[in-house]
């Protein structure tokens, strides 16, 4: 068919619509398989059996993996929802004093590493450390005398992962709120709508997609974590990974705890898109300027207590605990030894965000043309990485990367009688690839939540003046789509900015982070010379935090 030409004041009789191209399907279904194969080599690995030890591990701990895993999921998507949701709203849609500073402050915690926040928040609050000490000496109390929650369990997990991962939902349900429809709010009030009814009325069920797509982050981010459980010593399916894998020596015990991990982490996705389901929603009068709920009296406390409790103890207390730790024992910040750090750890946090996000957009993209099995399994298996442990993306990885090398290298051996040796293992480029396995779920979850919001009729406008699929996503799609772009790319460059495990094996010889500086030390029980990288990684990660919340505050006139 071919372009249709229209001058401005021209409009056609009959169009026929376009029908889009199956190339980008084609591509999105490859790229879904190159990111699926360190999940499926895990999974082939699975199938065996595995040594009495690693066999009586999963037959005794295995219930205990199972409902730590429950709390610690119930728990943290509890808080995360309750945090980011109430804070998202109140800084987008109330005026209060304080706000200006806290709708931007509120994401400082996700530069935050959990096992930072863990050594930080178990120096402060163990029995030699500061809080007892002063209660002791406050009441004259002896060292059992008295009852004191312990920071290194289940609950104490929880609400460090809560802390540290709200942000997820405040982000996207910001984004979401700054997207709304003025016309709902109208009719709202009409009705009788206070602000609370308003909130959970309309509000709420409109950014549906965005907060569901940010609690899942947040669940899947924790079912991944390593560092966090095991510091607080709570028994779940990444430590028992750990324990089987290398302490044990048993790769297929690690890999049926890593599927069934798998399982857990299908469930949430499942519930994510139910959550979600097949909701689109009309932004309607969108540019015009929100009309705000002016907060005053109690009302007013009530709203900056509520933001700044998450934000003092998630970021603030640990801050001043980390500079403290660093003064008393810390190394120089300000080294040519950390400032290479931070160069290598930013090289691999830029380029994994930017190829993330396209990534994204490709497949996201694709199962809006054509939505359909394939697609959608596209999606779905693009995402599975999120909950794997790092080391076992890793090792997952290595596996069909030293296959494919070892094999190069014996052929070209013996017709050419060269050697190519390791092309691939132990590179740059394969350290990026298991970011993207580990992260895609970031920016693929993120970026189909805003596509959502923009109307199937849109997509019919713009074929019907003559673009094509790619010309209507390069000129309709990506402008509105902007804040959600952003969002995607901040969050995945920080979590890349943090990760440790799969960082510690696959990275080239020589070639250190932050995060793997601070694992070093700590390992070591120096946690006051770990504070030096853990400060660096959140002075890393600040930046485009910050500057991804003011993106998003500009992102809707009005808005500031």
């Not at 509890?78 to 706000?99: E, S």
């Not at 569901?212 to 028992?240: I, K, P, Q, R, Y």
């Not at 693929?444 to 919001?453: H, M, Q």
Request: proline share 5%.
């Amino acid at each position: 068919m071919s372009r249709l030409t229209l001058s401005p004041f021209e409009r056609p009789a009959s169009v026929e619509r376009v029908k889009p191209r199956r190339g980008i399907v084609y591509l999105a279904l490859f790229l879904a398989l190159l990111l699926f194969t360190p999940v499926l080599s895990v999974i082939i690995s699975a199938i065996g059996t595995g040594s009495g030890a690693g066999a009586a591990l999963m037959e005794t701990v295995l219930p205990r993996y199972i409902a730590n895993t429950l709390v610690l999921v119930i728990l943290v998507g509890i808080g995360v929802f309750v945090i980011g949701t109430g804070a998202a709203w109140l800084v987008t849609m109330c005026r209060f004093p304080g706000r200006a500073i806290l709708e931007w402050a509120l994401v400082l915690p996700l530069a935050i590493p959990a096992y930072v926040m863990a050594y930080a928040y178990t120096d402060f609050l163990q029995h030699p450390g500061p809080v007892q000490n002063l209660l002791r000496d406050v009441t004259g109390w002896g060292p059992r005398d008295y009852w004191f929650p312990n920071i290194r369990s289940v609950e104490g997990a929880a609400l460090m992962f809560t802390l540290v991962l709200y942000p997820y939902v405040y982000l996207l349900g910001r984004a979401a709120f700054l997207k709304q429809s003025v016309a709902a709010f109208d009719v709202g009030r009409t009705l009788g709508r206070t602000p609370w009814l308003s909130f959970v009325t309309i509000a709420v069920p409109l950014a549906r997609p965005g907060l569901a797509a940010g609690v899942a982050l947040a669940l899947m981010e924790t079912l991944a974590d390593f560092g966090t459980v095991a510091h607080f010593s709570v028994e779940t399916f990444t430590t028992g990974i750990y324990r089987a894998w290398f302490s044990m020596g048993d790769r297929i015990a690690a890999a049926q705890l890593s599927v069934g991990l798998l399982a857990f982490v299908i469930l949430v996705i499942a519930l994510e898109r139910a959550q979600r389901g097949g909701a689109r929603f009309d932004a309607g009068r969108k540019y015009e300027d929100l009309r705000y709920f002016k907060l005053k009296g109690w009302r007013a406390v009530g709203a900056i207590l509520f933001c700044l409790t998450p934000l003092f103890f998630g970021f603030i207390l640990p801050i001043i605990i980390l500079i403290n730790l660093s003064m008393i024992g810390g190394h120089d910040l300000f080294g040519p030894r950390y400032i290479q750090l931070a160069l290598n750890t930013f090289t691999l946090a830029g380029m994994s965000a930017v190829l993330a996000v396209a990534i994204a957009l490709v497949i996201a993209y694709a199962q809006r043309l054509q939505p359909g099995r394939l697609t959608v399994a596209a999606s779905r298996i693009s995402s599975l990485g999120y909950a794997m442990p790092g080391s076992i993306i890793a090792v997952g990885l290595l596996i069909p990367l030293t296959t494919f090398d070892n094999t190069l290298d014996a052929w070209m051996r013996a017709t050419f009688g060269v050697s190519t040796g390791l092309l691939l293992t132990g590179t740059i480029a394969a350290l990026i690839f298991s970011y993207l396995v580990r992260f895609m779920a970031v920016a693929l979850s993120t970026v189909e939540a805003g596509l959502a919001k923009i109307t199937l009729s849109m997509d019919d406008a713009a074929r019907t003046l003559g673009a094509t699929a790619g010309g209507a996503m390069r000129r309709v799609h990506l402008p509105m789509m902007q804040g959600c772009s952003l969002t995607a790319a901040m969050i995945v460059f920080v979590d890349v900015t943090k990760e440790l495990p799969a960082t510690l094996i696959m990275r080239p010889f020589n070639f250190d982070t932050l995060a793997i500086q601070a694992y070093r030390l700590a390992s070591d029980e120096r946690l006051a010379a770990a504070s030096t990288p853990s400060l660096a990684i959140v002075a890393v990660g600040l930046i485009p935090v910050i500057f991804l919340s003011r993106q998003i505050a500009k992102s809707r006139p009005g808005s500031e």
